[in-house]
């Protein structure tokens, strides 16, 4: 009997180690296949262009400027410039025309639809602001990133009670198994 419970007590631990590693997100791709990431903004930001110049702040998430970040700026598939912040995470762009554009600093990119100033509508700002890590496309890879202790943690811990549980049913089933033994 102590056999079995053993035998259940890892299937229920293996059970649980599944359930809290998750899946690499790429299964399917097979040998160097690459894998087109797409931005999945769902708002679209209005700017006006003060004399033709596209102005923003890159920033990270605390607030802090991003000094010397690289901007690119992208209208569809077309890289149209490239510029780099200054010491205050601020940058502009000269010479960018009505349209829709994605401005991008490392893995975040923003959409923003540029307005000329005189046709700009009345809740168009004045610069964009880019947050890193806040607009972008975010996503997981197996268990790498930021949530690596987490799922960590969560492991360790459904191991614990896996063999707190085990323990447990081992108890009970050793106080049957006297039980059951006891002459009458």
Same mark, same amino acid.
């Given at each position: 009997?102590?056999?079995?419970?053993?035998?259940?007590?890892?299937?229920?631990?293996?059970?649980?180690?599944?359930?809290?590693?998750?899946?690499?997100?790429?299964?399917?791709?097979?040998?160097?296949?690459?894998?087109?990431?797409?931005?999945? $903004?769902?708002?679209?930001?209005?700017? =006006? /262009?003060?004399? *033709? +110049?596209?102005?923003?702040?890159?920033?990270?998430?605390? &607030? @802090?400027?991003?000094?010397?970040?690289?901007?690119?700026?992208?209208?569809?598939?077309?890289?149209?410039?490239?510029?780099?912040?200054?010491? $205050?995470?601020?940058?502009?762009?000269? =010479? /960018?025309?009505? *349209? +829709?554009?994605?401005?991008?600093?490392?893995?975040?990119? &923003? @959409?923003?639809?540029?307005?000329?100033?005189?046709?700009?509508?009345?809740?168009?700002?004045?610069?964009?602001?880019?947050?890193?890590?806040? $607009?972008?496309?975010?996503?997981?890879? =197996?268990?790498?990133? *930021?949530?690596?202790?987490?799922?960590?943690?969560?492991?360790?811990?459904?191991?614990?009670?896996?063999?707190?549980?085990?323990?447990?049913?081992?108890?009970?089933?050793?106080?049957?198994?006297?039980?059951?033994?006891?002459?009458?």
């Amino acid at each position: 009997m102590k056999n079995f419970s053993l035998v259940q007590g890892a299937a229920v631990a293996l059970a649980t180690l599944g359930l809290m590693i998750p899946a690499p997100s790429l299964q399917a791709a097979q040998g160097s296949q690459k894998v087109a990431v797409q931005s999945t $903004n769902a708002s679209i930001l209005d700017i =006006g /262009l003060e004399q *033709g +110049v596209f102005a923003g702040r890159v920033v990270d998430h605390t &607030g @802090t400027p991003a000094k010397n970040a690289e901007v690119v700026v992208r209208q569809g598939s077309h890289e149209v410039a490239k510029t780099t912040t200054d010491a $205050n995470g601020r940058f502009a762009v000269k =010479g /960018l025309r009505g *349209g +829709v554009y994605e401005i991008a600093s490392g893995k975040t990119v &923003g @959409t923003y639809r540029v307005w000329q100033s005189e046709v700009a509508p009345p809740a168009a700002k004045e610069q964009a602001l880019l947050v890193l890590g806040e $607009n972008g496309t975010r996503g997981q890879f =197996g268990a790498m990133g *930021g949530g690596t202790v987490i799922i960590a943690a969560a492991v360790i811990a459904s191991l614990i009670i896996s063999a707190i549980t085990l323990d447990r049913v081992n108890d009970i089933d050793d106080k049957v198994d006297t039980i059951g033994n006891t002459p009458n």
